[in-house]
């Protein structure tokens, strides 16, 4: 199908727009925009900056992707937002373009839902199939991997990395990382228990949720920390992969400063 673009909309001629693309009324893309096949920008959609969109992405009224980081130290260098296939993007969520401190890149994988007002700051790396309830917010530089799931009106501080397959309830104010496999919840967050819910809908073999389980318990209850939890475990044979994956990430959490691995700036 031909690519349809309202009279009412401002489109660049210098943007690159694929095949079958709907761009409505009110909406404005900019001359550095890569619009990928099948994407629909409802109406008032602002793509500003470099932005490269994949395929059958649809945006939804009010979002503006591409937008300035909110960094003082920001000087106006030429980074990106970078959009994977098939994410639905609904209204008034907000994906700021990298600063100067990492790769340049700002970026969501494929598969993923973000809510109204969700908003994702500059240099965050996003995985495939992550979901963003409504008015959940991301700091700057934080990593959200495959299949995690944000509920609503989170707060995640910046410099957090959020594992596979967990799970952050509503309302909370997320100041450490978050390990996968886990249910964390509160202000700030704690582990509560394993995302059995997750883990049953992604196929997860029962050996494996107990094993999970079992590393819970000794981790967040019984509290003998990761080197002894991995002796027991392996004792047991239950030191499975999903374990070991587990136990690397904390070890990894503890390398940083406050419970969050990837903020390891030296201290002035």
């Given at each position: 199908m031909a690519t349809r673009i309202s009279n009412l909309a401002s489109v660049d001629p210098r943007a690159e727009i694929g095949e079958?693309?709907?761009?409505?009324?009110?909406?404005?893309v900019g001359p550095d925009a890569k619009i990928g096949d099948g994407c629909v920008l409802e109406s008032n959609v602002i793509i500003?900056?470099?932005?490269i969109m994949g395929v059958n992405n649809h945006v939804h009224p009010g979002a503006v992707i591409g937008g300035e980081p909110q960094?003082?130290?920001?000087?106006?260098?030429?980074?990106?937002?970078?959009?994977?296939d098939n994410n639905v993007?609904?209204?008034?969520?907000?994906?700021?373009?990298?600063?100067?401190?990492?790769?340049?890149?700002?970026?969501?994988?494929?598969?993923?839902?973000?809510?109204?007002?969700v908003h994702i700051a500059h240099d965050c790396k996003l995985g495939d199939r992550v979901i963003?309830?409504?008015?959940?917010?991301?700091?700057?530089?934080?990593?959200?991997?495959d299949n995690a799931t944000l509920s609503g009106a989170v707060a995640v501080h910046h410099f957090t990395s959020i594992g596979s397959f967990s799970f952050i309830g509503g309302l909370s104010r997320?100041?450490?990382?978050?390990?996968?496999?886990?249910?964390?919840?509160?202000?700030?967050?704690r582990p509560r228990c394993v995302n059995v819910v997750a883990l049953k809908r992604n196929g997860f073999p029962p050996e494996v949720i107990r094993a999970l389980s079992e590393?819970?318990?000794?981790?967040?209850?019984?509290?003998?920390?990761?080197?002894?939890?991995?002796?027991?475990?392996?004792?047991?044979?239950?030191?499975?992969?999903?374990?070991?994956?587990?136990?690397?990430?904390?070890?990894?959490?503890?390398?940083?400063?406050?419970?969050?691995?990837?903020?390891?700036?030296?201290?002035?």
């Open positions: 079958d693309v709907s761009i409505g009324p009110f909406c404005v500003k900056g470099r932005v960094d003082v130290s920001y000087h106006g260098t030429r980074t990106c937002v970078m959009l994977g993007i609904r209204e008034c969520v907000t994906i700021n373009r990298a600063s100067e401190k990492e790769d340049g890149i700002t970026k969501l994988g494929s598969h993923c839902f973000l809510m109204a007002n963003m309830a409504n008015g959940t917010m991301l700091g700057g530089h934080c990593h959200v991997q997320v100041i450490h990382d978050v390990p996968p496999y886990m249910l964390v919840e509160g202000i700030p967050t590393a819970h318990r000794l981790l967040y209850r019984s509290r003998v920390g990761v080197e002894n939890a991995r002796e027991i475990m392996k004792a047991n044979d239950t030191l499975v992969p999903q374990v070991a994956h587990l136990f690397g990430f904390i070890e990894n959490q503890m390398l940083g400063r406050h419970g969050r691995g990837r903020d390891r700036r030296k201290v002035a």
